[in-house]
Each structure stands twice: as structure tokens, then as C-alpha cells.
């Protein structure tokens, strides 16, 4: 059974980091591409960050380019997101997803507050 489990995350003030973990089991973690995607409140899904299998190739949303950065531990089946000079519009529910064998998995997802 795949299963991905986001920790980290909480009340953090503006200009402030944090990181995201999620831990993935029940697949071959590091055959697979894994993406960040986010919610904030009242909104749509955002896709936040995504990186390949190897680990060699990251792409980024425009919102959080050059401040975010994801990178993972195909050891461990562990994903990542340092999340540096936060701001109010960061605020959201980070989930953590996997394509696997053509179904979408989802973490249940850990919220940021980035508030004063």
C-alpha cells in the first residue's frame, strides 16, 4: 500500500524558514518522480515543486523560485522542502504526491501559517 506522510510545517512569521518531510513507503521510492503541491485557503491546488526520480533535475512554480527547495533521500524514501523567506501568501496546505503505476497518491498534507 503506498502511503505518504507529511510532517513539519506550523506558525512561522514572515521572512522566517521551515522545512517540509514526507515520508514515502509501499513503492520503489526512487524510481519515482515526487512533487509538491499546495492549497491555500479558499483556493485550488498549486503545484509548488517537482523532482525526478535521480534527484538530478527540479523544477519550480514561479511563486516560490529561489526561495524553496526541494531534494530528497532515495535511501530513506524521504522528500523534502526548505522553505526559506516565507511570506503571508505561502500560507497553504502542503501535500506531498507520487504518480504510481497511473494512480495519483497523496499525502494528508501539513499546514503552513506564515503570520506575524
Known amino acids: 500500500e503506498v502511503q505518504l506522510v507529511e510532517s513539519g510545517g506550523g506558525l512561522v512569521q514572515p521572512g522566517e524558514s521551515t522545512r517540509l518531510s514526507c515520508a514515502a513507503s509501499?513503492?520503489?521510492?526512487?524510481?519515482?518522480?515526487m512533487t509538491w503541491v499546495r492549497q491555500a485557503p479558499g483556493k485550488g491546488l498549486e503545484w509548488v515543486s517537482s523532482m525526478n526520480s535521480l534527484g538530478d533535475n527540479q523544477k519550480y512554480g514561479d511563486s516560490v523560485k529561489g526561495r524553496f527547495t526541494i531534494s530528497r533521500d532515495n535511501i530513506n524514501s524521504m522528500l523534502y522542502l526548505q522553505m526559506n523567506s516565507l511570506k503571508p501568501e505561502d500560507t497553504a496546505v502542503y501535500y506531498c504526491n507520487a504518480v504510481v503505476r497511473a494512480t495519483n497518491y497523496w499525502g494528508q498534507g501539513t499546514q503552513v501559517t506564515v503570520s506575524s
Open positions: 509501499g513503492f520503489t521510492f526512487s524510481a519515482y518522480t
